[in-house]
């Protein structure tokens, strides 16, 4: 069964850090692309950043740049997100989706599938 | 950066009718990078479309994405019970950056 499973999530205080993981298992983890997306509490999905299969590429929504960093460990079949100088406007839950990328017919295509099953994290005093 | 708009916010039907949900991008959006996914109370999000117009693996033949450009949909043909939910358009950029609509909620009328 193709399964994430987040963890590392918590109440931490402003200008704190936190260091979310993600379990991926039941695929070949190494071979895909793979993101974070956060959801603040009642509002909509945002995309946080993304890395590419060996980490050499990585990309971040500019409300997190220079503040979280995401990385892989493909030995371990795991993802992360470092996340530090935490705000409050950072409350929300984090999900770990793999982004399947193809090229057929001159045209690639990408999407976020699977999820996993996100895991809260809470900043403030 | 490219901005998605979905309409209407929400949409008040009852089960067996159609559904019609529209996304419109800021700027031109490349259709293989378009996707469209559920999401239900309590639970992770689930891809539905890609590609503007490819369903995802199990889903049902209700669901139909078309569209190119600025303007793209989706389509649940008759609405099922477990249809009730937010769907969220998706695109990817050539900032190397995804974006998601603000959601879609369809309720029960």
């Known amino acids: 069964e193709v399964q994430l499973v987040e963890s590392g999530g918590g109440l931490v205080q402003p200008g704190g850090s936190l260091r979310l993981s993600c379990a991926a298992s039941?695929?070949?983890?190494?071979?895909?692309?793979m993101s974070w997306v956060r959801q603040a509490p009642g509002k909509g999905l945002e995309w946080v950043a993304n890395?590419?299969?060996?980490?050499?590429?990585?990309y971040y929504v500019d409300s997190v740049k220079g503040r979280f960093t995401i990385s892989r460990d493909n030995a371990k079949n795991s993802l992360y997100l470092q996340m530090n100088s935490l705000r409050a406007e950072d409350t929300a839950v984090y999900y770990c989706?793999?982004?399947?990328?193809?090229?057929?017919?001159?045209?690639?295509?990408?999407?976020?599938?699977?999820w996993g099953q996100g895991t809260l994290v809470t900043v403030s005093s | 950066e490219i901005v998605l708009t979905q309409s209407p916010g929400t949409l008040s039907l009852s089960p067996g009718e159609r559904a019609t949900l529209s996304c419109r991008a800021s700027q031109s959006v490349s259709s293989s990078y378009l996707a469209w996914y559920q999401q239900k109370p309590g639970q992770a999000p689930r891809l539905l479309i890609y590609?503007?117009?490819s369903r995802a693996t199990g889903i049902p033949d209700r669901f139909s994405g078309s569209g190119s450009g600025t303007d793209f949909t989706l389509t649940i043909s008759r609405l099922e019970p477990e249809d009730f939910a937010v769907y969220y358009c998706?695109?990817?950029?050539?900032?190397?950056?995804?974006?998601f609509g603000q959601g879609t909620k369809v309720e029960i009328k």
């Open positions: 890395i590419k299969q060996d980490g050499s590429e990585k």
């Open positions: 989706a793999s982004n399947p990328r193809y090229c057929s017919g001159g045209s690639c295509y990408s999407w976020f599938d699977p």
């Open positions: 590609g503007a117009s």
């Open positions: 039941g695929f070949t983890f190494s071979s895909y692309w």
């Open positions: 998706q695109q990817y950029g050539s900032s190397r950056s995804w974006t």
